[in-house]
C-alpha cells in the first residue's frame, strides 16, 4: 500500500521559513513534487524533483526561495521554503510518480500552511 505523509504545516510570519516533510513508503517512484492549492483557487504546481539523479524543477513563484530535496536512505522529500510570502499560504500536497507515469499517482492528505502579513 502507497503512502505519502506529510509533516504538519503551521502558521508564520511573512519573510520567516518552514521545512515540509514527505515520506513515502509502498513502492519506488520515478519523481516526487508539491503542490498546493489556496483558498478558491485551482491546485497548482510548486516543485518537483527526480528520484534518479535529483534534478528538479519550481514553478516561477517560487523560484529562488523554495527548495526541494529528497534522502533516498529514508525515502523522503522535503520541501524548504524560505522568504515565505502571505501569498504562499494554502494546503501543500506531497505528490508522487509511478515509473513510466506521465501524472502524479498518489498525492498525500495535505497540510496546511498559513503565512501571515
Known amino acids: 500500500q502507497v503512502q505519502l505523509v506529510e509533516s504538519a504545516g503551521g502558521l508564520v510570519q511573512a519573510g520567516d521559513s518552514l521545512r515540509l516533510s514527505c515520506a513515502a513508503s509502498?513502492?519506488?517512484?520515478?519523481?516526487m513534487g508539491w503542490f498546493r492549492q489556496a483558498p478558491g483557487k485551482e491546485r497548482e504546481f510548486v516543485a518537483t524533483?527526480?528520484?534518479?539523479?535529483?534534478?528538479?524543477s519550481y514553478a516561477d513563484s517560487v523560484k529562488g526561495r523554495f527548495t526541494i530535496s529528497r534522502d533516498n536512505a529514508k525515502n523522503t522529500v522535503y520541501l524548504q521554503m524560505n522568504s515565505l510570502k502571505p501569498e504562499d499560504t494554502a494546503v501543500y500536497y506531497c505528490?508522487?510518480?509511478?515509473?513510466?507515469?506521465?501524472?502524479?499517482?498518489?498525492w498525500g492528505q495535505g497540510t496546511q500552511v498559513t503565512v501571515s502579513s
Open positions: 505528490a508522487a510518480k509511478r515509473p513510466g507515469s506521465g501524472r502524479y499517482n498518489y
Open positions: 509502498g513502492r519506488t517512484f520515478s519523481a
Open positions: 524533483i527526480i528520484w534518479s539523479g535529483g534534478s528538479t
